[in-house]
């Protein structure tokens, strides 16, 4: 399971290769590698893109245990006593030491794989999964009484936020193994600043167009705004999704058209420089990787007080606005057009908060410390 030269053999297990729980994964993948440990991915085979080959294909040089590919269904099924009987297959052949489990479905066959002797220790990181299913639904019941009857199977359990802690403790039950909350972190290079293009519109917004993220929010908090000189406030809108129709509708008729960029889903550091402020109008989130980057880019940035954005903003919280309050967040976008350079200092003061506190190698080291804390538990 370990060996002096080589580390722990750590075997990520995750459903859906898409959005911040596979960046997590990917980062903490290279990151454990790099570090010496050989790791192993397990994810679902039957959900991919393009974009998702290629990072797992790049991954491949930093997976010593293999990529592999198991049919994980998102709602319980016939097929996840297969994939859990698979995981355990896995972990016993290639002596591994830890299983990681990212988000329910993982974190569901991290804990049930390690049940029997010798077996591996299992740490799971929600993600705020299990928190996306409502009490109310008969999956949502469903997957809240598994989490509770899995709750003894987990020998750490990793938030990335103290919110998703919070969430989760009031939600499925106090967990009666180690606990830790550990932010998720980004790149050295994620944190040199982008120059704006002197063609930007006033403001981005980078995410996936569904309403939980606020888009409907920002194209009517945008419709009345004008600059200082009179001209109508414009918005790059970068994203693609389940809502792209109601979006361009949305567009439409607010007569936006003319003031209102759509260039689907594009990589988002690329489109800070398209934008003067990074505006993130999200209903809920749990730790949003967006504000994280955009921070960290030396970007203003207007956020609404969901989730753990509380977390990120640090010292400069007293910013954010009030979620789904569309005069508050046009208001905030008003002061920016008015005073943008009101938002230096701010700006400044969130970048160094971020770069001490959301560095993609502090979350490795830290989340390393748990692996061998668990594997010298007795």
């Known amino acids: 399971m370990r060996s002096a030269d080589k580390g722990l053999n750590v075997l990520q297990v995750m459903r859906a290769p898409v959005g911040g729980l596979f960046r997590h994964v990917a980062d903490l993948t290279r990151g454990l590698a790099a570090r010496g440990h050989r790791v192993g991915i397990v994810v679902d085979s039957l959900a991919s893109d393009a974009r998702t080959e290629a990072t797992l294909e790049d991954l491949a040089q930093h997976t010593a245990l293999g990529i592999h590919r198991v049919p994980i269904p998102r709602l319980l099924g016939i097929a996840d006593i297969g994939a859990s009987r698979t995981i355990r297959r ?115 917004f980078v995410g996936e167009l569904r309403r939980l993220k606020g888009y409907d929010l920002l194209l009517e908090a945008l419709a009345p705004l004008t600059r200082p000189d009179g001209a109508p406030a414009s918005l790059m809108l970068v994203g693609d999704g389940p809502d792209r129709a109601q979006v361009h509708e949305m567009v439409n008729s607010l007569g936006l058209s003319g003031r209102v960029e759509l260039p689907g889903a594009q990589p988002a550091r690329d489109m800070f420089a398209k934008g003067r402020c990074v505006v993130v109008p999200s209903r809920a989130e749990s730790l949003p990787y967006i504000v994280m980057e955009a921070a960290a880019a030396g970007k203003p940035v207007i956020a609404s007080r969901v989730g753990g954005i509380p977390e990120i903003f640090g010292p400069t919280e007293d910013r954010l606005v009030a979620p789904d309050d569309v005069r508050a967040l046009r208001r905030a976008m008003q002061a920016f057009l008015s005073s943008p350079d009101e938002d230096r200092e701010q700006t400044l003061l969130r970048r160094q908060y971020v770069s001490e506190n959301f560095a993609a190698a502090r979350m490795v080291s830290r989340i390393e410390s748990v692996y061998y804390q668990c594997v010298n538990d007795r």
């Open 90 to 204: 896995l972990a016993h052949e290639r002596g591994v030491a830890v299983l990681h489990g990212h988000g329910a479905k993982g974190g569901f066959h991290a804990r049930v794989a390690r049940i029997g002797r010798q077996a591996p220790k299992a740490v799971y990181t929600p993600h705020g999964g299990v928190l996306h299913f409502s009490p109310r639904s008969v999956s949502g019941r469903a997957f809240h009484t598994i989490e509770k009857l899995l709750l003894p199977l987990a020998d750490t359990m990793i938030f990335e936020s103290g919110f998703a802690q919070e969430s989760y403790c009031g939600l499925i039950g106090q967990p009666k193994c180690r606990q830790v909350v550990i932010h998720n972190g980004i790149a050295d290079d994620e944190f040199q600043p982008v120059v704006t293009d002197d063609t930007a519109a006033d403001f981005v």
